[in-house]
T-cell receptor
């Protein structure tokens, strides 16, 4: 079945360590996104990418980095510079106009990674 | 800057009731609006997507409307069931920005 896979589901790290969250999709989508969700809040955009080897900062990019070396993969690194890294991280993908969609298509989400930093 | 607000933050209804969830946004220059469902500890599932040129979309017991000029959308759920219990989020794609801005969600509990 096509979908988005995030791993691991739970991740624990010590303060000061970098950690990388995995996101893989087999939907052949060009666009991929990383969001952060804090308790009782909506999702906030960290980074997004519309094409391989290119990505843009979202609203809260500080302390995070990404890469897009393959269409299927969009890993997120939470660096030690991120002041409040404990959160639920969600990866998503979508078609873009011209990729079989007349306009922006619905986002498909992974099941998330819950990161706890102590 | 686009802001998306959802009211109420939480809602509890008995099974079988029809209900309306509200979403408002500050910048009417949007490409589309989406409604999502999120179960606890899970990702989001897209329920309905309304393009900016449309006024409503329907899927089964769900109907979403969009009034772009007033910056409002509603999600109508008919004959609610306990399985509808979840958090419902709305999100807009802003013109010139190919990513969604989310509201904080409405947590729905349908009592059997």
């Amino acid at each position: 079945d096509g979908g988005i896979t995030q791993s691991p589901k739970y991740l624990f790290r010590k303060e000061g360590q970098n950690v990388t969250l995995s996101c893989e999709q087999n939907l052949n989508h060009d666009a991929m996104y990383w969001y952060r969700q804090d308790p009782g809040q909506g999702l906030r955009l960290i980074y997004y990418s519309q094409i391989v080897n290119d990505f843009q900062k979202g609203d809260i990019a500080e302390g995070y980095s990404v890469s897009r070396e393959k269409k299927e993969s969009f890993p997120l690194t939470v660096t030690s510079a991120q002041k409040n890294p404990t959160a639920f991280y969600l990866c998503a993908s979508s078609l873009l106009p011209g990729q079989g969609a007349t306009s922006f298509s619905p986002l498909h989400f992974g099941n998330g990674t819950r990161l706890t930093v102590t | 800057k686009q802001e998306v607000t959802q009211i109420p933050a939480a809602l509890s209804v008995p099974e079988g009731e029809n209900l309306v969830l509200n979403c408002s946004f500050t910048d009417s220059a949007i490409y589309n609006l989406q409604w999502f469902r999120q179960d606890p500890g899970k990702g989001l599932t897209s329920l309905l997507l309304i393009q900016s040129s449309q006024r409503e979309q329907t899927s089964g017991r769900l109907n979403a409307s969009l009034d772009k000029s007033s910056g409002r959308s509603t999600l109508y759920i008919a004959a609610s069931q306990p399985g509808d219990s979840a958090t419902y989020l709305c999100a807009v794609t802003r013109s010139g920005r190919r990513a969604l801005t989310f509201g904080s969600g409405t947590r729905l509990q349908v009592q059997p």
